[in-house]
């Protein structure tokens, strides 16, 4: 069984055009994530979700939008993609952000690539 | 400075050899420190975790955090070409978690 599923995995896209990025954990977890990794594979986080309420905003373009339709989901829409957003996407689950500790689960990656 | 450091590498290593990956951190808040594995194309796993100073030990894995020195260091005893991966640590007070930027290391038969 697949804890924490993204589709798609790969999107080859034009600048300027409007993608989503789907995820989804069937873990129960009540946290959500979004991270972005760079061609030199830092991984920073974008977003993280607790319960459908945003609690974590870091400094992202507001052309980057997440949205969760319940617990379970945590979306990723981009506007107008600019060459800068390729890279790869990981989403992540975490059991409750009021844990001390947080066993963070990523889903495989989707490999954004802008032309 | 960054709030997490660590080795780039890349680290090449004969199969056998003990490797040594390391972190350094600048917040002192910091008090569960992980370490994650990362194949290629895929998403990072948690390989192992401590909390506060000491050391853990897990096969072949064995991590270490010095909280007063802020380093943290993850050693691999006989190493094996499946462990060729990037290994990134992590670090976590409440809701701020961060991540080195990973060290690639490949283990040659």
């Known amino acids: 069984d697949t804890a924490v599923s993204q589709t798609p995995k790969y999107l080859v896209t034009q600048m300027g055009n409007d993608k989503s990025i789907k995820c989804e954990q069937n873990?129960?977890?009540?946290?959500m994530y979004w991270y972005k990794q760079d061609s030199k594979k830092f991984l920073k986080i974008m977003f993280s979700y607790n319960n459908k309420e945003l609690i974590i905003n870091e400094t992202v373009p507001n052309r980057f939008s997440p949205k969760s339709p319940d617990k379970a989901h945590l979306n990723l829409h981009i506007n107008s993609l600019e060459l800068g957003d390729s890279a790869v996407y990981f989403c992540?689950?975490?059991?409750?952000?009021?844990?001390?500790?947080?066993?963070?689960?990523f889903g495989p990656g989707t490999r954004l690539t802008v032309l | 400075q960054k709030e997490v450091e660590q080795d780039p590498g890349p680290l090449s290593v004969p199969e056998g050899a003990i490797v040594s990956l390391n972190c350094t951190y600048s917040?002192?808040?910091?008090?569960?420190f992980m370490w994650y594995r990362q194949y290629s194309r895929k998403g990072p796993e948690l390989l192992m975790y401590t909390y506060s100073s000491g050391n853990k030990e897990d096969g072949r894995f064995t991590a270490q955090v010095d909280k007063s020195s802020k380093y943290i260091s993850l050693f691999i005893r006989d190493s094996q070409p499946s462990d060729s991966a990037t290994y990134l640590c992590?670090?976590?007070?409440?809701?701020?978690?961060?991540f080195g930027p990973g060290t690639r290391l490949s283990v040659l038969p």
């Open positions: 917040n002192s808040a910091f008090q569960y």
């Open positions: 992540a689950s975490s059991q409750s952000r009021l844990s001390s500790y947080n066993e963070q689960f």
């Open positions: 873990l129960g977890h009540d946290t």
């Open positions: 992590a670090m976590t007070a409440g809701q701020n978690f961060v």
